[in-house]
């Protein structure tokens, strides 16, 4: 049974460049959530999508967008990447209703330089 | 006003003895969960333990343990025996109402060193 996967493992970007993170969820889950997790601090609630909207969002700007697929597979696009944008991206999957937690991916570690 | 709060920036323990790893939260809602995540360096976040407010005992699973005190809105983690192996970063997390699928609020997290 696969865990939830994530790529690229790493990447590395200019300012002002976009970028598109992708995330497939474990079998099963039809939910995913992002987070984004500067060096040193803990994980930020990004957005969440679920069946194929925009179901929760954080206090991230429209900069920060994605999108779900009919398989629940996931992208997060960052448009005009700032140097502040460099962090450790995790894709989070789980079920909608009660009773089980967030399994999350090894992440994508992106560098904006 | 921060939701969750772990005070321990770093902790040294020695190997096979238990550690205590604090974590306090801040909600008004009265369905929520508790989590805590290990991070190693490879950066996956690794679920160790979870508690629902509503839960009458505490949460154990193995090694670790949730010394959960709602009136004190505290869930401290107890590691016993330590390893080698569990030194890594440690957050806390809150999830609010009881949906699966809802956001986790996370805290800043314990950098936990196991000495030999």
């Known amino acids: 049974d696969a865990g939830v996967t994530q790529s690229p493992t790493h990447l590395i970007k200019t300012r002002g460049q976009q970028v598109t993170l992708r995330c497939s969820p474990k079998?099963?889950?039809?939910?995913v959530s992002w987070y984004q997790q500067a060096l040193g601090q803990g994980p930020q609630f990004i957005f969440q999508?679920?069946?194929?909207?925009?179901?929760q969002r954080g206090n991230f700007p429209d900069r920060f967008s994605g999108h779900q697929f009919p398989n629940y597979s996931s992208e997060l696009n960052v448009n005009a990447l700032l140097l502040g944008d460099s962090a450790l991206y995790l894709c989070?999957?789980?079920?909608?209703?009660?009773?089980?937690?967030?399994?999350f991916g090894p992440g994508t570690r992106l560098t904006v330089t | 006003a921060q939701k969750i709060t772990q005070t321990q920036p770093g902790m040294f323990v020695q190997e096979k003895e238990a550690v205590t790893l604090d974590c306090t939260y801040d909600?008004?809602?009265?369905?929520?969960?508790l989590f805590w995540y290990k991070q190693p360096s490879s950066g996956e976040m690794i679920f160790l333990i979870y508690?629902?407010?509503?839960?009458?005992q505490n949460a154990t699973e193995g090694r670790y343990s949730l010394n959960f005190q709602k009136a004190r809105k505290s869930a401290n983690l107890v590691i016993s025996a330590s390893q080698l192996g569990d030194s890594a970063m440690y957050f806390c997390a809150m999830r609010e109402g009881l949906a699966a699928g809802n956001k986790l609020t996370f805290g800043g997290g314990t950098r936990v060193l196991v000495k030999p």
């Open positions: 079998s099963g889950h039809d939910t």
């Open positions: 508690q629902g407010s509503y839960d009458q």
């Open positions: 999508y679920y069946e194929e909207e925009e179901r």
């Open positions: 909600t008004s809602d009265p369905s929520y969960g």
């Open positions: 989070a999957s789980s079920l909608v209703r009660v009773g089980d937690e967030q399994y």
